[in-house]
């Protein structure tokens, strides 16, 4: 059966055929034929898939769809939306994982009988690896409406009419879902978890207190009642809902062979996050690690906002482990249970809901808890909270719902947990969390305040920080805290900081402190302070207002050796200095060479062609734009994919295609191995055809550039394909190489020098304000 429902936009189209979306535009204007629009907007129309791949086939453009191309077309398609389509593949991944026979006897035959048997067949691994639904014994839908989990034999022709089982909550009790347990009676709404932001409910009055006087004499003694368990976010879909859904499960299914089930699921939940930026606010996997390392080895670990799961999915496997997340967002908590799941064989609990205002685990004491909160939330509850037994170290004003979180993370720890949670630098020092602070200092909760370099995570433009914090055992005699500034490892990049230096750091350090409770003093990096000392009237925590200097010493070393490198720097510039310019007396000019470019030197196999943007498996650095612009070495970060990375080799040629700018670059040994970044196009040049510095200049050329460029209403795209190059001799080519080599040289050593004269006089202002440095 195919899927008419899915749709696919023009963008998609261009993705399927491997052309613009310019070209899929003349197609629709040339083409009577081509199919017409069955949604989306005039401006955005969207096409069903199924049509297109028809179309393209019979025109010859499409031999046949990519796999994962077909696979991300569908689920970007899905008539429930992407999210609710990812999870649905999300469990068939996860029943090919645990039970592969299962899925093979319930994908055999028609996509009805698929969907009627998928249920009962889901039912046994989610069930056991996430949890039962409270009360159990119907599926809800997307609606809310309720229907039962189908029996496979005696609902194949219902679903082919499209019909569903009558089954109604407010009728006859529902019939029991395949495999489920035993149904238990409905849950008391009084005792539910209060909607998320909701006010809170008050709870029922107690009979025994409102009673007739005659029978309130000596009530008999009432336990008080039992909360009712958290609901998972991941729940067995129905038939009805699995129907549509059959071409992308099956597809799924494909691309588990192809690739394994975890990374089949990784791949579709990074593109799906690549593809919507700005609806997640992602925890950069080096720094999951960084703080996973911090809170150390947990056999039950909790992240209260867990977004997409990246901190979870730092923590260490180990035998018998429970992991437990919780979001404010439906669709994140179940996708975050899926990809837990699918990452290790652990106990995950997932459920959705405002934490602060129904926290799903009350009664929960792990051993860890790692939090990326959201920051500056004014609607955290201020008003519903006030006499919450979580506010152990104070009542959080309304501009501080950092503080509320720190607090909420502490009341979940045992004693002797640790929690570590990314915050904002104006949580270490706003005047309303004075008090606060003061208390977590006193009663020795918070251990440590580790400062980001700028660019650590988002938001990119300021220097976040990590709070570490330890449920107190007992009060601590002389309590001292760890302050770390890791801002020294900032990279002119835009791929972040040097992560290995800042995780070597901090970890080092945090080690030698949680040993020996102190540190000594490394100056402007850490050391430990006494409470005493930062219980002022501001309990400021900034690190850098704490940490000592550089001594002069070291400071003016350091500028002579700066200076030192800009004069041999200089030196080298003015020996590199291109000769006077000599005019050509060859009457064959430039302008006269036969010409070829980039595209047919391609097709006749001169040269190979590859596009970057995949992160792959292996963690090397990644080759960004900008580096190829700056000059400067390999400092992105590309989210892993189970696509294989481009990998740089000495001789190739790097061309950004974005910006406008004249650029092209000659990988050497330093910055080979690299991976290639976003909007970079790779030429690999056969060495007995081209020579790669003669390919690398006239590719440089600004009229070159010109022509080959296409503009938009704010960018600028170069089509590489499009460049040309004058069909020279090999020793022709080597000649102009070893000039164009000798600019490149000249070039880098005067960005090097104009780095030195920034840093030098950076030093020297630095350096007399802060004393380290005298006039003389």
């Known amino acids: 059966m195919q899927d008419s429902a899915t749709e696919v936009t023009a963008a998609g189209i261009a993705r399927l055929a491997g052309v613009g979306r310019a070209a899929v535009s003349n197609w629709r204007r040339r083409h009577a034929d081509f ?9 955005s129309p969207a096409f069903a898939l199924a049509e297109i791949e028809s179309w393209l086939r019979k025109q010859g453009k499409l031999a046949e769809v990519p796999l994962r191309e077909r696979v991300w077309q569908q689920l970007v398609g899905h008539p429930e939306g992407p999210t609710t389509a990812l999870t649905y593949a999300g469990c068939v991944l996860l029943l090919i994982h645990e039970r592969p026979t299962v899925w093979l006897d319930v994908s055999a035959g028609s996509d009805e009988r698929l969907a009627a048997m998928l249920p009962g067949a889901l039912e046994q691994v989610i069930v056991p690896r996430f949890g039962q639904v409270p009360g159990r014994g119907v599926h809800r839908g997307r609606e809310g409406s309720a229907v039962t989990a189908v029996n496979a034999p005696n609902t194949v022709n219902s679903l082919a009419a499209g019909t569903v089982p009558s089954t109604s909550v407010n009728t006859a009790p529902a019939t029991r879902a395949v495999n489920s347990a035993p149904a238990v009676p409905a849950v008391n709404p009084a005792l539910r978890a209060p909607a998320v932001n909701s006010a809170p409910v008050a709870p029922a009055a107690n009979p025994a207190l409102v009673a007739p006087a005659a029978f309130a004499v000596n009530p008999a003694p009432t336990s ?30 494909e691309l588990a062979a192809e690739l394994g089930a975890r990374q089949a699921f990784e791949f579709l939940l990074g593109r799906h996050l690549d593809a919507n930026p700005r609806q997640y606010t992602l925890t950069p996997t080096e720094l999951a690690r960084l703080m996973a390392e911090l809170a150390g080895p947990a056999h039950t670990a909790l992240d209260p906002a867990c977004g997409t799961g990246a901190l979870l999915r730092a923590v260490t496997p180990r035998p018998e482990q429970q992991l437990y997340a919780q979001d404010n967002a439906p669709e994140l908590a179940a996708l975050t249970a899926l990809r837990l799941a699918l990452h290790a064989r652990v106990t995950v609990r997932g459920t959705a809901g405002d934490t602060l205002r129904a926290d799903a685990y009350p009664a929960l004491r792990a051993d860890v808890v790692l939090c990326h909160p959201p920051f500056n939330e004014r609607n955290w509850g201020h008003d519903e909270l006030a006499y919450d037994p979580r506010w152990e170290y104070g009542f959080p004003a309304r501009n501080e719902s950092e503080l509320a979180w720190v607090q909420h993370a502490l009341a979940r720890l045992k004693d002797g947990g640790t929690a570590v949670l990314l915050m904002p630098p104006a949580a270490a020092s706003r005047r309303s969390g004075r008090r606060i602070r003061a208390d977590l200092l006193r009663r020795g909760a918070l251990r440590a305040v580790v400062a980001l370099p700028i660019g650590a995570a988002p938001p990119y433009n300021i220097p976040l920080h990590l709070w570490v914090l330890r449920r107190p055992e007992r009060a601590p005699a002389q309590p001292e805290v760890l302050l770390v500034d890791t801002g020294r ?17 901090v970890t080092e350090a945090w080690r030698a402190f949680d040993r020996a409770g102190r540190l000594d003093e490394e100056p402007g990096l850490a050391r430990s302070v006494p409470v005493i000392e930062l219980l002022d009237d501001d309990v400021d925590l900034a690190p850098a207002r704490h940490l000592p200097p550089a001594t002069a010493a070291d400071g003016a070393d350091e500028l002579t050796a700066v200076r030192e490198r800009l004069g041999e720097t200089l030196r080298l510039t003015a020996d590199l200095t291109p000769p006077p310019v000599a005019h050509s007396a060859d009457p064959e000019r430039p302008g006269r060479w036969p010409l070829t470019t980039i595209g047919e030197l391609a097709r006749g196999g001169a040269l190979v062609m590859r596009t970057g943007g995949n992160g792959g498996h292996a963690r090397v650095p990644v080759l960004t734009d900008h580096d190829v612009l700056a000059g400067t070495a390999p400092s992105g970060m590309l989210p892993g994919s189970d696509e294989e990375a481009v990998l740089t080799e000495p001789g190739d040629v790097v061309v950004p295609v974005l910006g406008g700018g004249s650029m092209a670059r000659v990988i050497d040994d330093t910055t080979a191995g690299a991976a290639l970044g976003r909007s970079l196009v790779l030429l690999r040049p056969d060495p007995g055809s081209l020579d790669p510095w003669f390919l690398a200049g006239f590719l440089r050329g600004t009229a070159n550039n010109r022509q080959a460029s296409s503009y938009a209403s704010t960018a600028t795209r170069l089509d590489v394909r499009r460049l040309q ?7 022709e080519q080597r000649r102009y190489g070893a000039r164009f080599r000798a600019l490149e040289d000249f070039e880098r050593t005067l960005r090097q020098a104009g780095r030195l004269g920034e840093q030098l006089v950076r030093g020297m202002y630095d350096g007399l304000t802060d004393g380290t440095v005298t006039p003389d």
Request: hydrophobic share 30%.
């Open 35 to 43: 199919p017409r629009p069955v949604g989306g907007t005039e401006t």
């Open 725 to 731: 190059l004058p069909r020279l001799s090999l020793d």
């Open 489 to 505: 490892f900032a990279t002119e990049g835009r791929g972040g900081p040097d992560w290995q230096a800042v995780r070597g750091a």
């Open 224 to 253: 008080p009642p039992t909360p009712a368990p958290p609901t998972p976010a991941v729940h067995t879909p129905t038939g009805p809902q699995l129907l549509p859904s059959a071409p992308l499960l099956r597809g799924a299914a």
